[in-house]
């Protein structure tokens, strides 16, 4: 699975739109973006994936280059609730491994 | 559904004895896996199996032992409790382990907080 790069954190104020960038430059054709988020000591949580397409759900949107090298997970009216740590995550569809990095710790202020 | 459970929610060791974390899920998942998470850290990920017997190493094996006799339990065994060993341990599940469906979305458990004296 290709190596993400996240920074260690954010800062971002409630009410108005989170992006967090991930960097997967050396991601492969058959290897999806997925988010999770760890909020306080909880166990993480999904948030969304894609592979080539923009995604959206009820959480996020997921934006990934045309090149795929990189990613954006967009919060679009950040509360104080999704403080948290953001994980972003290469899986191909063939690996049954997946590999956490540090994320970003995005902090939501009111 | 109960989701993924894990027992017990703390726990404090002295070096050198031997425990048992239980983690069990009641959604059918074929795929369950185990990560540690030291303090300030990203989670590490310890064993995974892809179904009942089967089991496979992860980033992180050492001083752990793991079986899959059912679908819903996957126990972590520590065989000889180390300070190294102090951390936040979390049990996960997924109905497939092939990236792409949803049926990949892993299920996290509460964490077992553990310190190895």
């Known amino acids: 699975d290709a190596k993400t790069t996240q920074p260690p954190s954010m800062d971002c104020a409630e009410g108005r739109a989170a992006n967090l960038p991930c960097n997967h430059s050396?991601?492969?054709?058959?290897?999806?973006v997925y988010w999770y988020r760890q909020i306080h000591s909880q166990g993480p949580q999904y948030i969304i994936h894609?592979?080539?397409n923009n995604e959206t759900n009820e959480m996020a949107s997921l934006i990934i280059t045309e090149d795929r090298k990189s990613s954006t997970l967009i919060l679009p009216h950040a509360t104080l609730r999704d403080t948290a740590v953001y994980y972003c995550?290469?899986?191909?569809?063939?690996?049954?491994?997946?590999?956490f990095g540090a994320g970003t710790r995005l902090f939501v202020k009111a | 559904n109960a989701g993924v459970t894990q027992t017990p929610k703390f726990q404090v060791l002295k070096t050198g004895q031997s425990m048992t974390l239980q983690c069990a899920q009641d959604?059918?998942?074929?795929?369950m896996s185990w990560y540690r998470q030291d303090p300030g850290m990203g989670l590490r990920l310890i064993h995974y199996?892809?179904?009942?017997?089967?089991?496979d190493q992860g980033e992180v094996p050492n001083g752990y032992n793991v079986s899959r006799s059912t679908t819903e339990d996957f126990p972590l065994r520590l065989l000889s409790a180390a300070p190294s060993q102090t951390s936040v341990y979390f049990c996960?599940?997924?109905?497939?382990?092939?990236?792409?469906?949803?049926?990949?979305?892993?299920?996290f458990g509460p964490g077992t907080r553990l310190t190895v004296l």
């Open positions: 996960a599940s997924s109905y497939s382990s092939l990236a792409g469906g949803q049926g990949d979305t892993q299920y």
């Open positions: 050396t991601i492969s054709g058959n290897e999806y």
């Open positions: 894609g592979l080539k």
């Open positions: 995550i290469a899986r191909n569809t063939g690996g049954f491994k997946t590999i």
């Open positions: 959604m059918n998942h074929e795929y």
């Open positions: 199996s892809v179904g009942a017997g089967i089991t």
